[in-house]
């Protein structure tokens, strides 16, 4: 099925412990990018990528990490979970940098106790 | 500073009647989007509807249309013949180019729609 793939669809982490969100999708797009939604604050960007080899930093970066090394994943990384990063998360995706984002995955619950 | 507020943050409509979301959003920009996205307890955020600042017409889409009123930094939702379907959240959010040659897009708070059999 084309879309955007993230995993796992929860998770729960200790304070201190690192791990990944994967995405992927298959739809050759260029731009990929993560958000955090928070109860309250709508979805806020943490980091975006505009094509293979290129990330940069959005509203949120403190405490996550970023690589693209292949156009179809965009992983997130958690170096040291604190409780202020539970939150749900998403990926999202489209063809270029000006389209319109239009492609969500299912998101990410993630629990740091 | 760009803001996006939805000041309903629960609405209720009965199955098959109309019900609208308000959004109102601060810019100073004249080249922007303006979007309803939708997400169902699913949790996927799914594309509604999109209007370009430019346009006058409103955008529609079925049983989705917008009321833009540009000069009062309005855009709300209308959704006619409401169906359980419909019941989710609700976030505007508006899209501006950066000065850097990206785009960056504010979303607003969410409004919860609940749809009464």
């Known amino acids: 099925n084309a879309g955007v793939t993230q995993t796992p669809k929860f998770q729960v982490l200790k304070t201190g412990q690192s791990m990944t969100l994967q995405c992927a999708q298959d739809m050759n797009h260029e731009y990929m990018s993560w958000y955090r939604q928070d109860p309250g604050m709508g979805l806020r960007l943490i980091h975006y990528s505009v094509g293979a080899g290129i990330t940069d930093q959005g509203e949120v970066p403190n405490g996550y990490n970023v690589s693209r090394s292949t156009t179809e994943d965009f992983p997130l990384r958690l170096l040291s979970a604190a409780p202020s990063q539970t939150s749900v998360y998403f990926c999202?995706?489209?063809?270029?940098?000006?389209?319109?984002?239009?492609?969500f995955g299912q998101g990410t619950r993630l629990t740091v106790v | 500073a760009q803001t996006v507020t939805q000041s309903q943050p629960e609405m209720s409509v009965q199955e098959a009647e109309t019900v609208t979301l308000s959004c109102t959003y601060d810019?100073?920009?004249?080249?922007?989007?303006l979007f309803w996205y939708k997400q169902p307890p699913s949790r996927q955020m799914i594309l509604v509807i999109r209007q370009e600042a430019y346009k006058q017409q409103n955008a529609t889409e079925n049983r989705f249309s917008v009321n833009f009123q540009k000069a009062a930094k309005s855009f709300s939702l209308k959704i006619s013949d409401s169906q359980l379907g419909d019941a989710a959240m609700y976030f505007c959010?508006?899209?501006?180019?950066?000065?850097?040659?990206?785009?960056?897009?504010?979303f607003g708070t969410g409004t919860r729609l609940k749809v009464l059999a």
């Open positions: 959010a508006y899209r501006r180019p950066t000065t850097s040659g990206t785009y960056k897009y504010i």
């Open positions: 810019t100073s920009e004249s080249d922007y989007y």
């Open positions: 999202a995706s489209s063809s270029r940098q000006g389209a319109i984002l239009a492609f």
